[in-house]
């Protein structure tokens, strides 16, 4: 069966684009794979991917709510219903049975709700921040944490709905929160173009870090290391910058091309990706703050990333509900193209 018209020009289109960035690239773009899904040719963003537990399908979330696709031929499997409007983030519980979708009205409401996994079930609905909640992150298996742009960090007790703690401190809305489970904090940036580090338990702010000059974005924890834990956050000022937060030190930082949206680090914590306004995925080493490649990706902002965890190649969410899969990028091959 070809495909709809739709679909094939997408696919031409972004085929072409890619073909053209090759061109011009030095030899240190490598070859990708590319898959163009778009959902329905004007569809809203892509605002969070997450991989499933199995690492069989992919579940993202936009304005149009919560799809989840076929991994790796991100073929549309189903549509999960959310009640909250203008979704912009998503995560699994540590034990994978459970998703946590964040969304809300702008400057009226925020609401976290909880789903249950394959199931697609509404299992709760968080609601206590008076603005759109931009992120959650999973503390333990009851416990979760949502940032607001009313300028607020809840946590809440997952299985009882309860709110057990507002950390205040941010002065914009908050963006982006991680946990750092070895030691026990919270991490959040924001607006304010700040980073803040928190007793989650208790509410206590135990410092802030503030050398971004523009907003923040996107907070990470840097996976599979020894020794004081490392974040990266990801700023407008067109940095990504590298923290030991239980110290309150920033190491090093790396300049980008583009303003990053989003920030996702390879498996192995060795590599740190950054997806940017321009489109292009930039691949950073932690320690020399180098670009080490420029993958190429979308005609337009590249809005959201995830590795997945074993084959670590590379998706990409767009504009118009576009998807896209890169391939591992330590590992060269030939490029291919699948409508």
């Not at 504009?319 to 896209?324: A, E, R, V």
């Amino acid at each position: 069966m070809s495909a709809p018209g739709w679909q094939t020009e997408v696919i031409r289109r972004a085929t072409t684009h890619v073909e053209t960035v090759m061109k011009r690239l030095p030899l240190l773009f490598f070859p990708i794979v590319l898959i163009a899904v778009d959902v329905s040719n004007a569809g809203p963003p892509i605002t969070s991917l997450a991989f499933s537990p199995d690492l069989q399908s992919v579940v993202a979330c936009s304005q149009s709510g919560v799809t989840v696709y076929a991994w790796p031929g991100l073929t549309p499997i189903k549509q999960i219903e959310s009640s909250s409007p203008n979704l912009h983030d998503l995560a699994f519980s540590p034990g994978g049975d459970r998703l946590a979708v964040a969304g809300g009205t702008p400057a009226e409401d925020g609401t976290v709700e909880i789903i249950s996994w394959p199931g697609g079930k509404s299992l709760k609905r968080l609601t206590g921040h008076f603005d759109s909640v931009m992120s959650v992150c999973w503390l333990d298996e009851s416990t979760l944490a949502s940032a607001g742009m009313d300028h607020d960090v809840l946590i809440w007790n997952v299985n009882s709905g309860e709110k057990v703690q507002t950390l205040k401190g941010h002065s914009r809305g908050v963006t982006s929160v991680a946990y750092i489970a070895r030691q026990g904090v919270l991490v959040t940036a924001g607006l304010d173009q700040s980073l803040r580090v928190w007793n989650p338990v208790s509410g206590d702010l135990i410092r802030s870090l503030s050398i971004h000059v523009k907003p923040v974005s996107s907070v990470r924890f840097r996976p599979g290391m020894t020794g004081l834990p490392m974040i990266a956050s990801a700023s407008d000022d067109m940095t990504v910058r590298f923290w030991q937060p239980t110290i309150g030190r920033m190491v090093r930082f790396a300049r980008l091309p583009s303003q990053p949206r989003d920030i996702q680090w390879m498996p192995d914590g060795t590599q740190i990706l950054a997806c940017c306004n321009d489109g292009h995925v930039y691949l950073v080493d932690p320690e020399t703050v180098q670009v080490r490649q420029d993958l190429g990706a979308l005609d337009g902002w590249a809005y959201a990333i995830a590795v997945h965890p074993v084959d670590n190649d590379i998706l990409v969410g767009g504009g118009d509900g576009i998807l896209l899969r890169l391939a591992n990028p330590t590992r060269g091959r030939a490029a291919e193209h699948t409508p």
